[in-house]
């Protein structure tokens, strides 16, 4: 049982643990994204959270970073390392950006649209 001191917490990265995530090399993501905020000394600036599925399953191994609403897709653990350095200097991860909540933005990554919510 945690219950971590959020004061400075910028950044909440969800890291799918679904299966089709775990499948994608999800375990060895989220330890590698983990390693590296340590290895920068970002504990305090970016909190991890192992999820279950997200429902972008095609997309896996999926990564989403709040309060940015930024989705990412196919993220492996040198990805998983870069996205970690790029929110350190404030930065997103542009080659696996594959949905973002801010109204004008432009994901560049090509990925399946999904089916439609009724
Ligand atoms: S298992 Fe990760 S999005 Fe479904």
């Given at each position: ?12 990265l ?46 896996a ?5 709040y ?28 080659t ?23």
């Amino acid at each position: 049982m945690s219950t971590w001191n959020l004061q400075g917490t910028s950044c909440h990265l969800l890291i799918c643990n679904g299966g089709s995530c775990m499948r994608q090399q999800g375990e060895e993501v989220t330890v590698a994204i983990r390693e590296e905020i340590t290895r920068l000394e970002a504990d305090r600036l970016i909190h991890t959270t192992r999820t279950r599925c997200n429902g972008r399953c095609l997309d896996a191994c999926v990564v989403i970073a709040y309060p940015q609403g930024l989705w990412y897709k196919e993220m492996t653990p040198e990805t998983g390392k870069q996205l970690v350095r790029k929110l350190v200097s404030g930065d997103r991860l542009e080659t696996n950006l594959v949905y973002a909540f801010e109204p004008d933005a432009v994901a560049t990554g090509a990925s399946v649209t999904g089916i439609d919510k009724a």
